[in-house]
């Protein structure tokens, strides 16, 4: 509708409820027909859960009691896992089986073809002391390849591998162990030190174009290291496991293909405590999960700023379904180290509410991070509570800072009811290079106290929408 371009409207709320919306729409149109085929879009998803491998092991089992392991919670059990990681892959593979008891450990390094399995009455924890995730694995921090602190669960280069079972994972991570290192006053204690020092070292790096293995970012940088980290691994499961107190990102799947997180229990509140955070994967299936998290629950990520420019993969073909999703930053998240793009993003079946739930459904980028993301659809979504239902923004953290423009297109949600939101809206292009093609077919608030913010977007579709009983109108 040519009559809006380039215009801005100051719109009050639908009904008449409190609340103002700056409105930027280009080439809108409010009564469309909801886009492409959905039929397509729903048969491409079905395609990518069935080329998402899963992976199959040797009935062979290497318990890891046979390798001096002892459940009492005291022991440290990192060389009996290790022992016992070796033996069933000189075997040619099978389950490395922990049974009932409690088990402390450093950290775990997976092989192909083994299982990591954890029986329910089983519980593993990761010792606290940094200096036990040495010496520096090649890892990703925050959307940037170092030299840094293991992950607590890493494989780098392996195929086939999972954990499974519904026995438990703790991170150990609290006010005074790994959590204060975020380097404010609200997740430790005066005294603790911080990673700002080194984070701002490493984007240097990154820009400078200093090569990751010469990154050397481990002990002394306070860099606190993702949970469960497979890189650079074809056919991942993760299923059943119940993973608590994280230092950092909980799962962190990163360049990896064939991957599938169905059933997992994932709760931590700390800081940066993301859920799931597949980074520059392809072929990606998380179903039947539940999150309780200190930030997004979901982010799909593929690196950040020069990082991701220089790897050049994006994120792609990944399904989300029937998860539940509680406090976060976000519920279902693209972004922010987007870097290499998103593509080919399908989320189903999914609720999200909590009063500490920030956002529902968000994007996040700027014109530093940049990164093309299309193709992107929601359909079946319940939003129970939510401060920010709808969130794309391009003015995340640095904001218009840089010149790599984002790329936000071809996004469509269907069939979403949202009962209780502080806000609708919070969708900032950039003039120069607005959001394209947001299509809302069948989308409903029920109850919301502003619309908030559309600004720069070309090409937005509603179709049956509607804010506090009425049709949402410009």
Not at 123 to 141: E, G, N, Q
Not at 178 to 204: C, F, H, I
């Amino acid at each position: 509708m040519s009559m809006f371009s380039r215009r801005h409207v100051l719109t009050s709320m639908a009904g008449g409820a409190a609340g103002l919306a700056l409105i930027n729409l280009q080439g809108c149109s409010l009564f469309g027909s909801g886009g492409s085929s959905q039929n397509n879009d729903w048969a491409m998803a079905d395609a990518i859960r069935r080329k998402t491998t899963i992976p199959r092991f040797p009935k062979v089992d290497f318990d890891i009691r046979r390798y001096g392991a002892v459940g009492d919670g005291r022991t440290d059990n990192s060389k009996a896992f290790a022992a016992a990681i070796e033996a069933c892959s000189a075997a040619g593979g099978g389950r490395v089986l922990v049974t009932a008891g409690d088990y402390l450990t450093g950290p775990i390094h997976l092989k192909s073809n083994i299982n990591l399995h954890i029986e329910e009455g089983a519980k593993i924890r990761f010792i606290t002391d940094p200096k036990a995730y040495l010496p520096a694995v090649f890892t990703r921090w925050e959307g940037m390849e170092l030299m840094g602190y293991s992950p607590l669960i890493y494989a780098y280069r392996q195929k086939n591998i999972a954990i499974t079972g519904k026995g438990e994972l703790d991170g150990q991570a609290d006010r005074t162990t790994w959590w204060p290192w975020k380097g404010n006053k609200e997740w430790g204690v005066e005294g603790y030190p911080s990673q700002d020092a080194g984070r701002n070292a490493l984007m240097r790096d990154v820009e400078a174009g200093v090569p990751p293995e010469q990154r050397m970012y481990a002990e002394g940088y306070y860099f606190r290291p993702p949970f469960v980290q497979p890189y650079l691994c074809e056919n991942v499961l993760i299923e059943d496991v119940r993973i608590v107190r994280a230092p950092f990102w909980l799962l962190n799947p990163v360049l990896c293909e064939n991957v599938t997180v169905r059933g997992v229990h994932l709760e931590s509140l700390g800081p940066n405590s993301d859920g799931c955070d597949p980074e520059s994967c392809r072929n990606v299936v998380i179903e039947n999960c539940f999150f309780n998290t200190g930030d997004d629950c979901i982010a799909i990520k593929s690196g950040r700023n020069a990082d991701g420019r220089r790897i050049n993969r994006p994120a792609e073909n990944i399904v989300i379904a029937n998860c539940k999703m509680e406090a976060g930053h976000g519920g279902v998240v693209i972004g922010s180290e987007i870097s290499g793009g998103a593509r080919n993003i399908f989320v189903e079946h999914c609720s999200m509410s909590s009063p500490d739930l920030e956002r529902g459904i968000r994007f996040k980028t700027n014109s530093i991070r940049g990164g093309v993301i299309e193709h992107i659809r929601y359909r079946d979504i319940t939003i129970g509570e939510v401060q920010n239902a709808i969130v794309i923004d391009f003015h995340y953290e640095e904001g218009d800072a840089g010149k790599f423009d984002p790329t936000v297109r071809d996004i469509e949600i269907r069939n979403l009811v949202c009962q209780r939101a502080d806000q609708v809206f919070q969708v900032r292009g950039f003039e120069r290079a607005p959001i394209k093609d947001l299509r809302l077919v069948d989308v409903h608030f029920q109850k919301a106290d502003g619309i908030g913010v559309l600004e720069h977007v070309e090409g937005l579709t509603a179709q049956n929408v509607t804010i506090n009983g009425q049709p949402f109108t410009r």
